[in-house]
């Protein structure tokens, strides 16, 4: 039975099987015995939970565990190279473990290090820049006993762009520790999420829900206990800011946290940590440390009566589909991440059935800085429906990858002069889940204004119309900005894009779980150049149908590349396709009977 | 919740009891949305198979996971739910490995209801075939992971006295399955182990020895069910001179059953031969199309290449193809085989078969017998078909009403008890 002690408790089940995890590099069914049985579930409950996420093993996976970021950017970089060399010194195929079990090698998708590819992680040290030739080197300096620690690459920042004007940047500069959080002294909760009102802010990893509406409905709830949750599960591939924010201010998430839980009345604060982020961990914990030492964090903070407030880390391990906030929660809660069915909402029943809220990294950071600016100036900046700047994670081809923060509404077609990007024939816009761009597209400008309901798309038939009429209209990311120049294919880009969203469909809904691994088949059959006219319709039919009918924001958005593609690069599709028949061009016949005659030969060369 | 309030359903104004889900408010209030995931206790709705996906002012949302509101406007029956709706119980068909004429489950089965139902003749999504394991470990349970598809009713509903899941999700994505916890399930006491069984709206989780409990033809959904309207496609013109029809037949990888039933009307076959003159077909033992051909009656899928030949050569010469019988449909009994590798197959029927002759050690090949493929494939994975009749077999009437209607252009509509496939 389900009781309080015992949901309590399961919370920690992630931190026990991450700890057998690291100490054992994979989880025994012995192991698994005496977890379910300290746990009072079953052991098949368990192995669902074990199995569900990417990180955790249930046959050794190496003492060195090598992930390979195989995302399309890495895919663009030297990810072929890279893994062919680690195959060839390691003498095993990708997504194997040496005979002696020193090394396991596997892939992975975004590890949010798009702007220095390829990428890999080891242990989940990071590696970054990968060259067949450095892989020759970190392998045998591993087998030699050196320390990864000592050989790993701590990411850089890349933070290549903050507005020129002055008094323009807020995330990226000066930081001096609790300037924001007192002024929390002169405010009560009603004001704080007044003033976050008005300022206009809105969830930044993607889904834009204002965040000050959001405080509102949590702090009316009543419970005894609220939850704030940071979502750094920054799993969109291509996205990459939060990690530069956590990295460079963990202070600045602290006091966003620690302000939103004054607002709405809560106590207890949990940075959702991805696991392919472990190496930020320390960090984020010594200043949690300094902050309760300052008094910034804890009982009575800033001298408030009353105002109490913890910080803690909880580690992901490996799914893209834990982004999604009630996926996340179960995810803590120590359960499969599944997302629920939003019978309630977290801000009514979130973490253990309690108001929760959850914002992303770049939200929370975004509010103290707000404080300490003061409302007026922050509304200065930026755009009428989103005001303040943007952080975006810029990858691809381009001349500066890296972090950039820019003014909201700045004009497509400027940032991209920023990137340095040449000969650019498409953007991937907002990551996988978001939408190709192409030249019709750069008019537009970066920013909330004029958004189009989403069922409202013009016909692509004059393309300079729709650049006309498009260009008023503007576009808004969580972060992930991918630059694809005339070389790159865009039917391979799709592909990789519909086999991660097979790979990261939690598998609970039929449409997404079923319908982007069919899909995932027809642009093989594109690919292949077996296509017809008719599979192009039903592409688009199954893409409106997952669309329409999945469970989650996963599944409802991982047919928009696909349909922005065909909506606006017609002729890459075009050129592969077949004339229309009624035979399917892709049956073949000889490849069908290739088991046969093989199975025959055996047999015939046996009578020999 | 005893407060009625005003909701609009398709332009029909109801009221209804506040508080409760859109699907039982309907129920109450005679408005039909098909379910499958979704049984009356459970709480909260598991909202995992999404057939009962409505446009709920404006915005698709699933009918199990929505509370009815004032003034709330619920369009269920626009021609575009209808297709997704259907197009969701396809997706299952594609994804699993249903064979409704070998089926334990064949007439209790709340999938194959709601297919009959929907009106469902074929799949448009291309078979997986992936193998997937049948589970005999337990003593008492079979999980036929085959016929899974995961919505949840178990793994949410079935418990052990002491709390414990019997059955859980593991892996995910497309890999993900149910699977039983052989200890726990061994706590389960009969009843609830028949619940279970019960529960399951496929045939995945089986009781051994209880599944013929309740005989074919006498289960749950053996006599319920609507007639069904077909539209005619536009492809065929009607003839206009006084020639008779030209039909075709054949029997790829089939039983050569749903040729019996074609022969099973008796006397009548003297009418439908004043109107058709047939091709080639065994019916008629002419081996080659002499001339081109209205209609090709197509039986069984493709197991080897010569079926591949023939049926290219029937698109090829046949203005409509019509698929019959399930084998054709959906590969049937010969794609049983598709989960088990070839050389077994082979293997099996000529050299360690009981009907084997002791110490056979030969598979007979020659270039004059056709070659088996790696699996058996629906008919409309190769070719395009334009009608299919389901059925194992279908019975002949069906078939001889489907072709005539066909041949003279006319909607029909098919009686619930005409349309099946078991």
């Known amino acids: 039975m389900v009781t309080k002690e015992t949901a309590t408790k399961r919370t920690t089940l992630m931190n026990v099987l991450w700890d057998i995890q690291r100490k054992r590099r994979f989880i025994s069914r012995d192991d698994m015995k005496k977890i379910s049985s300290e746990f009072n579930i079953s052991m098949i409950e368990l192995e669902g939970v074990i199995s569900f996420y990417h990180f955790f093993h249930l046959s050794d996976a190496g003492k060195y565990t090598i992930y390979l970021n195989c995302s399309t950017i890495s895919q663009h970089k030297d990810y072929q190279d890279v893994k062919k060399a680690f195959q060839d010194e390691l003498g095993i195929l990708i997504g194997n473990v040496t005979q002696d079990k020193l090394f396991g090698f596997f892939k992975t998708s975004c590890i949010g290090l798009s702007d220095q590819e390829s990428s890999a992680l080891i242990n989940f040290y990071p590696f970054t820049n990968l060259t067949p030739s450095k892989v020759k080197n970190i392998i045998s300096k591993l087998k030699q006993g050196h320390s990864l620690e000592s050989l790993s690459d701590f990411p850089k920042d890349n933070i290549q762009y903050t507005p020129k004007e002055e008094g323009k940047t807020i995330f990226f500069k000066k930081y001096n520790k609790g300037e924001g959080l007192k002024k929390l002294i002169a405010l009560n909760q009603v004001e704080v999420i007044d003033l976050v009102k008005k300022s206009k802010l809105s969830g930044r990893g993607g889904a834009f829900f204002p965040t000050g509406m959001k405080w509102q409905f949590c702090k009316d709830n009543e419970s005894d206990q609220k939850y704030i949750i940071c979502n750094a599960d920054e799993g969109e591939p291509g996205t990459f800011k939060d990690r530069a924010l956590l990295n460079q201010y963990p202070g600045l998430l602290i006091e966003g946290m620690t302000i939103a839980g004054y607002a709405v009345g809560a106590t207890e604060g949990t940075i959702y940590l991805r696991a392919e982020y472990l190496f930020l961990k320390n960090k984020i914990e010594k200043t949690i440390k300094e902050f309760n030492k300052d008094g910034l964090l804890g009982k009575n903070i800033l001298g408030i009566e009353g105002f109490n407030f913890e910080v803690t880390i909880h580690m992901g391990a490996g799914a893209y589909v834990c982004g999604e906030e009630t996926a996340l929660i179960a995810s803590m809660e120590g359960k499969r991440g599944e997302p629920t069915t939003k019978e309630y909402f977290p801000v009514e029943k979130g973490y253990l059935g309690k108001p929760t809220v959850v914002n992303n990294v770049e939200t929370l950071c975004a509010v103290p800085r707000i404080l300490e600016m003061g409302l007026d100036n922050y509304l200065k900046i930026g755009t009428n429906a989103t005001p303040g700047t943007k952080l975006l994670s810029v990858s691809g081809d381009c001349d500066k990858p890296g972090v950039y923060e820019i003014e909201w509404g700045m004009k497509l077609k400027d940032f991209l002069k920023l990137t340095g990007a040449k000969d650019t024939q498409m953007v991937l816009f907002n990551g996988f889940s978001g939408e190709f761009l192409s030249e019709v597209d750069f008019d537009r400008e970066i920013s909330g204004e004029n958004l189009l309901a989403e069922h409202i798309q013009f016909t692509f038939e004059d393309p300079i119309e729709y650049s006309q009429k498009m260009s008023g209209v503007g576009l808004r990311s969580g972060g992930s900005f991918m630059i694809f120049n005339k070389e790159r294919d865009l039917i391979s880009i799709l592909k990789n894009i519909t086999k991660f969203f097979v790979a990261e469909s939690c598998g609970i809904c039929v449409p997404c779980r079923t319908g982007n691994f069919l899909l995932n088949k027809k642009i093989n059959k594109i690919m292949l150049c077996h296509a017809d006219k008719d599979d192009l319709d039903e592409i688009k039919e199954w893409s409106t149908i997952i669309k329409q009918s999945s469970r989650c924001g996963l599944g409802k958005t991982s047919t928009n590349c696909l349909l922005t593609a065909m909506l606006k690069f017609p002729g890459e599709f075009q050129k592969c396709l077949l004339a229309e028949s009624d035979i399917n061009q892709s049956f073949d016949l000889e490849k069908s009977t290739e088991i046969y005659d093989s199975i025959i030969h055996e047999i015939e060369s046996s009578y020999e | ?422």
Request: include cysteine; proline fraction near 4%; glycine fraction near 6%.
């Open chain 2, 1 to 422: 919740m005893n407060n009625l309030i005003n909701i609009t359903i398709d332009g029909k104004k109801f009221q209804v009891h506040e508080g409760k889900n859109l699907v039982d408010a309907a129920k109450e209030n005679g408005v039909y949305i098909p379910t499958l995931c979704h049984f009356h206790e459970v709480n909260p709705p598991l909202g995992t198979c999404r057939i009962c996906t409505v446009i709920v002012n404006g915005k698709t949302t699933t009918s199990c996971t929505t509370k009815v509101y004032e003034g709330m406007k619920v369009e269920i029956n626009t021609p575009e739910l209808l297709n997704t709706r259907k197009a969701i119980i396809e997706m299952l068909f594609a994804e699993g490995n249903h064979f409704c004429p070998s089926c334990e489950k064949s007439g209790h089965c709340d999938m194959q209801n709601l297919s009959y139902d929907m009106g469902i003749t074929n799949t448009r999504f291309p078979h997986v075939y992936s193998n997937k394991v049948i589970d005999f470990t337990s003593d008492r349970m079979i999980m036929e992971s085959n016929r899974c598809i995961l919505c949840k009713r178990c793994v949410e509903e079935i418990k052990t006295n002491d709390g414990k899941n019997v059955f859980s999700f593991v892996s995910r994505g497309v890999k993900t399955r149910v699977r039983i916890d052989y200890n726990e399930e061994a706590k389960l006491t009969d009843s609830q182990a028949m619940h279970a069984m019960n529960l399951c709206p496929v045939g995945a989780i089986l009781i051994k020895g209880m599944i013929y409990e309740q005989p074919f033809g006498n289960r749950k959904y053996d006599i319920v069910g609507k007639d069904k309207d077909v539209h005619v496609i536009d492809r065929f013109k009607k003839r206009q001179d006084e020639n008779k029809f030209i039909v075709a037949t054949t029997s790829l990888a089939g039983c050569f059953g749903c040729h019996m039933s074609l022969l099973d009307i008796d006397t009548e076959i003297l009418d439908v031969l004043e109107i058709v003159e047939f091709n080639k077909s065994p019916l008629t033992d002419i081996k080659k199309f002499s001339k081109r051909c209205d209609v090709g009656l197509i039986e069984g899928g493709c197991a080897n290449s010569e079926n591949i030949e023939v049926l290219k050569e029937f698109r090829k010469k046949c203005d409509i193809l019509i698929g019959f019988g399930e084998c054709a449909i959906m590969g049937g009994i010969p794609a049983m085989r598709n989960f088990v590798p070839l050389k077994e197959c082979l293997e099996e029927a000529y050299i360690n078969g009981l009907t084997s002759e002791i110490g056979a050690n030969i598979i007979p090949n020659h270039e004059d017998i056709p070659k088996l493929l790696n699996n058996v494939y629906p008919c409309n994975e190769i070719v395009k078909i334009d009608y299919f009749i389901p059925g194992c077999p279908p019975s002949a009437k069906h078939i001889w009403k489907v072709i005539k209607n066909i041949l003279l252009n006319e909607e029909y509509s098919i009686a619930h008890e005409e349309f099946k496939y078991d």
